[in-house]
């Protein structure tokens, strides 16, 4: 059982090595972080930095050598391959650079995609899906396919696709980072203020410091370890 002082997210000397052709690559050493609830953290770093390691350690779609990742009381570390896929899919919600809608669906099909594989698309479970597409201005582009959007549209579905199932954390690993400026910046509002108002938390990855300007607090991924900006 979670305390009121206990960090909702916390994650414990995590350390990732890759092997590339006879060499190892250190992509995280012993990092360590905690996030209070409904705290939106931007992690700073370089291209091939491991910020997007990073994510996937958070989220269980990869392991870490050592260490461990608590989500709301949850060691994600200590669940099996099938427990974790479960939680990711009912606890996590993703945004990616390059927004990975599947093209062959429309926007509502996109975004009701998580409610379909969660078994909660029925009727009450679509009443989220259509306020999203409402918040992010697209309800009257709901039987539109992903090609026919623009960039900017495309990470609007993507924001309203992760956040359908309700999830307690929501990752975004440089989600503008294939956006022009004017659009990137609509996005990080869009997201700042649809993850606040709902009192999530988010952890997004990025190289820009000026995105990073939205969050709470910005840490540095610096030679494998997370450390305050």
Do not use: C
């Not at 890759?18 to 972080?33: F, H, I, M, P, T």
């Not at 606890?91 to 429309?106: M, R, S, V």
């Amino acid at each position: 059982m979670q305390s009121h002082q206990d960090p909702f997210i916390r994650i414990e000397n995590l350390s990732k090595t890759y092997q590339e052709g006879d060499r190892k690559r250190v992509v995280l050493q012993q990092a360590s972080a905690s996030f209070s609830k409904g705290e939106f953290v931007a992690i700073l770093g370089r291209s091939g930095s491991g910020k997007s390691t990073l994510l996937n350690l958070i989220s269980g779609i990869d392991l870490a050598d050592e260490g461990s990742v608590w989500l709301n009381g949850e060691n994600l570390t200590a669940l099996d391959d099938n427990r974790r896929t479960l939680f990711r899919r009912d606890h996590i919600g993703f945004i990616f650079q390059f927004f990975n809608l599947i093209p062959t669906l429309t926007v509502w099909e996109n975004v009701t995609l998580p409610l379909e594989l969660s078994g909660r698309s029925n009727g009450a479970g679509r009443t989220p899906a259509a306020a999203l597409l409402q918040e992010v201005g697209l309800e009257e582009r709901m039987n539109t396919f992903p090609d026919r959007l623009s960039g900017g549209e495309q990470q609007r579905v993507a924001i309203a696709r992760a956040l359908v199932n309700n999830p307690l954390l929501v990752l975004a690993d440089e989600p503008t980072g294939n956006l022009d400026a004017d659009t990137g910046r609509q996005i990080l509002e869009m997201l700042d203020r649809l993850t606040r108002q709902a009192g999530r938390n988010l952890i997004m990855v990025t190289h820009s410091r000026e995105a990073a300007g939205y969050a709470d607090r910005v840490l540095l991924l610096r030679q494998g370890k997370l450390v305050p900006a």
